[in-house]
DNA sequence: GTCTATACGCCGATAGAC
DNA sequence: GTCTATCGGCGTATAGAC
């Protein structure tokens, strides 16, 4: 009696057990890393960050429990690490359709069209050769976890892309009060984030009938909506007090 | 050593223990769970469900850790509970608004801007003499909490009430593709989730400088921005295979 | 440096005494 | 109706094997 190993289910590498080379070493290290975040990564977009246990993940890795804090320091580092690996890459993308576009139109602003679809379209699309509604909900899971979790992690990998997008489309719709500008970008993110985590409404509202959209199809559909909303005349109801 | 007894830090009833009346009973008990769900409220709120612990909630409560589940069955019980006394009048609050638009234009339909604040004012407006922003913000702290958890209570609470929406503003704008419309009444309601969950974004993104707008003012802007957006001409990328 | 085994203090839940 | 005791599972920390 008394055996604990209910791990390695799935497998302990190809190799023997015994090469002890410290190339061999470093790999398996590497190996044992990916194998967290690819097994973490599922589990956190199945059941949620809270909702997915580390020896969930661990046991599914085929890795040792404490492994886990031995690479990422913690449970919630681990996120940070996921998300670096997810959200940076689309973030990047964004930056650089930004950059560009605002290159093609100078000396005037580029349309607000134009920087929507920049900041709408990496987050739907990109894929690499991964499922891609994986890859979408890891991101729109995060929302709404804990708030303590959730302050700081959107501030680091968001808040200066997220302002950055707000000044560009100052400049495309300089009509537009500020501040309600800013708010209608807080609808804007609202709604893709929704959209991306894919938790609530849809096939659970609708029935499957919803769920047949392309991602290239719910690209076209939000930012008709986006567009439209964030052109809006301005309301205006508040032109008072601050002078 | 070993005595346990960290509870009761707070107080233990006003009464004497010996007291055996089945009236001060009762009304003892109806006190234990409205403290639970006051206490459960403010922390649920405060942390998130996944983060606000029973025994936090039941210290703070100043009753027993057990008593929860004798009132509520489990901490999703007192979950449940605590959502049917909050979003269950709001949503009949939209409901009776929605139909007595739809009683005024028969045998018109009601124009989709009211449909849509009859859907959003009470969501946002309702307080009954609370802090406002604490009503509103467990709403929206529980879309994105484990996917096991909204989803069937998105069903429960929303489901319905979603669905005689969507079919309103079908009527209002015939013109508009089935498909489309629903998707965008999915991002109007993402858009509003992430305005009531007061999460991320706003003041964490731009400074308190943001957050100033008052209950109403935020009312007009959403309405602003999703009026124009679900109003937009249909983008009809679709019209294709199933005839 | 990489990984394992083990332990600690919380958690939600439950059974049974009062 | 309330409380105590206790359960298995959780995230975390650490000592030591390799």
Redesign the interface.
């Given at each position: 009696m008394g055996v604990p190993a209910n791990q390695r289910a799935t497998d302990s590498s190809a190799g023997d057990p015994k090469a002890g080379d410290s190339k061999a070493a470093c790999s398996k290290a590497l190996d044992t890393k990916q194998r967290i975040l690819e097994a973490a990564e599922a589990l956190f977009v199945?059941?949620?960050f809270?909702?997915a246990s580390l020896r969930a993940v661990t046991g599914a890795a085929g890795v040792n429990l404490a492994a886990v804090h031995y690479h990422f320091g913690s449970k919630e580092g681990l996120l940070h690490a996921l998300l670096d690996q997810h959200v940076g890459p689309i973030n990047q993308d964004r930056l650089e359709r930004l950059l560009r576009l605002e290159a093609a139109s100078a000396p005037a602003a580029p349309s607000a069209e134009a920087v929507l679809r920049a900041f709408i379209e990496p987050a739907l699309m990109r894929e690499r050769g991964r499922d891609p509604q994986r890859v979408r909900s890891l991101l729109g899971?995060?929302?709404?976890?804990?708030?303590?979790?959730?302050?700081p992690l959107?501030?680091r990998e968001?808040?200066a892309l997220?302002?950055r997008f707000?000044e560009a489309l100052e400049r495309s719709l300089p009509q537009l009060p500020r501040?309600?500008l800013?708010?209608?970008?807080?609808?804007?993110?609202?709604?893709?984030?929704?959209?991306i985590?894919g938790?609530?409404?849809?096939a659970?509202?609708?029935g499957p009938?919803?769920g047949?959209?392309s991602t290239e199809?719910?690209v076209?559909?939000?930012l008709?909506?986006?567009?439209?909303?964030?052109?809006?005349?301005?309301?205006a109801?508040?032109a008072e007090g601050t002078e």
């Open positions: 199945e059941r949620g809270s909702g899971r995060i929302y709404g976890e804990p708030p303590h979790l959730v302050g959107v501030e968001f808040g997220g302002r707000v501040d309600e800013r708010w209608r970008f807080q609808f804007v993110v609202g709604a893709l984030l929704y959209v985590s938790n609530a409404g849809l659970l509202q609708f009938e919803l047949r959209a199809e719910l076209e559909l939000l008709g909506f986006v567009e439209a909303g964030i052109g809006a005349p301005a309301r109801s508040r």
